[in-house]
T-cell receptor, first 113, second 114 residues
Framework: GENVEQHPSTLSVQEGDSAVIKCTYS??????FPWYKQELGKRPQLIID?????GEKKDQRIAVTLNKTAKHFSLHITETQPEDSAVYFC????????????FGSGTQLTVLP | EAQVTQNPRYLITVTGKKLTVTCSQN?????MSWYRQDPGLGLRQIYY???????DKGDVPEGYKVSRKEKRNFPLILESPSPNQTSLYFC?????????????FGPGTRLTVT
């Protein structure tokens, strides 16, 4: 089955700096890669996703890049703000997969004021 | 309002006492799933359901049961809870069981088994 590794497990940045979280996946059939943000005590919420026919996707301060050859994808947050502090999870799945998402272990991002 | 609901939100119980955590969605989603979240391990899938009366095991199904008698409901049953099932549980749903649909999560149920 699919295995998703996520790094780093914790990340601290100064407000206004950029943050990058990286994930690698094992199954070359995976073609859908969402990122979820989970604030303390809350449910995971989708923030951005990318499909394998696209190399990069951007939504305001958030972007995701995908390298299918190397089987890794990354979340980029620019101009970080204190409200970006949360746990971020990457995930992978492939079309037709009944099991759907396999999640990474999460990254605790702290944005220091 | 489109949503996934879970009940109860918090539960403290004792070893061996059967319990059920309910999950309901009002979005007519075909796919529903249960995850448990433990520190450092991310979200691990327990069971999933592709549609009514169609369920299957995820990564960590031992000690759990599910049923899908109606499209909107997907209860999680712990027949004989043990302390290692202390965890945060999330129900999720998505429109289609195609592996490409956004998943919507419920608010979570924090379970403690003593």
């Amino acid at each position: 089955g699919e295995n998703v590794e996520q790094h780093p497990s914790t990340l601290s940045v100064q407000e206004g700096d950029s943050a990058v979280i990286k994930c690698t996946y094992s199954d070359s059939a995976s073609n859908y890669f969402p990122w979820y943000k989970q604030e303390l005590g809350k449910r995971p919420q989708l923030i951005i996703d990318i499909r394998s026919n696209v190399g990069e996707k951007k939504d305001q301060r958030i972007a995701v890049t995908l390298n299918k050859t190397a089987k890794h994808f990354s979340l980029h947050i620019t101009e970080t703000q204190p409200e970006d502090s949360a746990v971020y999870f990457c995930a992978a799945s492939y079309s037709g997969s009944a099991r759907q998402l396999t999640f990474g272990s999460g990254t605790q991002l702290t944005v220091l004021p | 309002e489109a949503q996934v609901t879970q009940n109860p939100r918090y539960l403290i119980t004792v070893t061996g006492k059967k319990l059920t955590v309910t999950c309901s969605q009002n979005m007519n989603h075909e796919y529903m799933s249960w995850y448990r979240q433990d520190p450092g391990l991310g979200l691990r899938q327990i069971y999933y359901s592709m549609n009514v009366e169609v369920t299957d095991k995820g990564d960590v199904p031992e000690g759990y049961k599910v049923s899908r008698k109606e499209k909107r409901n997907f209860p999680l049953i712990l027949e004989s809870p043990s302390p290692n099932q202390t965890s945060l549980y999330f129900c999720a749903s998505s429109l289609a069981p195609d592996g490409l649909s956004r998943q919507y999560f419920g608010p979570g149920t924090r379970l403690t088994v003593t």
